[in-house]
């Protein structure tokens, strides 16, 4: 069984920053792709940051510049750091993954929301 814990989301204000933070219970190695995507109301679920195999990264082009993928791979965890919140970002962040053996997995979801 694969978790996902996302923690970090909150209420700030414009130009502001957050962390959040993904808990695996395996080995994010397991993982071929995991990142963080978000879905604000009555808009499509949409790819923020991910790392991809062979240790490559995509981000949109809407948060690129202003969050950062990391991991701590000894925490199974991964991070994005958002900072320069815009209103726009204001959405429910998940984080997902998919395995090689092709079984995709989501966490929960932390609200991420930027007031003007």
């Known amino acids: 069984q694969v978790q996902l814990v996302e923690s970090g989301g909150g209420l700030v204000q414009a130009g502001g920053s957050l962390r959040l933070s993904c808990a695996a219970s395996v080995n994010i190695f397991s993982f071929n792709v995991m990142g963080w995507y978000r879905q604000a109301p009555g808009k499509q679920r949409e790819l923020v940051a991910a790392f991809l195999s062979g240790g490559r990264t995509n981000y949109a082009d809407s948060v690129k510049g202003r969050f950062t993928l990391s991991r701590d791979n000894a925490k199974n965890t991964v991070y994005l750091q958002m900072n320069s919140l815009k209103p726009e970002d204001t959405a429910v962040y998940y984080c997902?993954?998919?395995?090689?053996?092709?079984?995709?997995?989501w966490g929960q979801g932390t609200q991420v929301t930027v007031s003007s």
């Open positions: 997902g993954g998919s395995t090689f053996s092709g079984y995709d997995y």
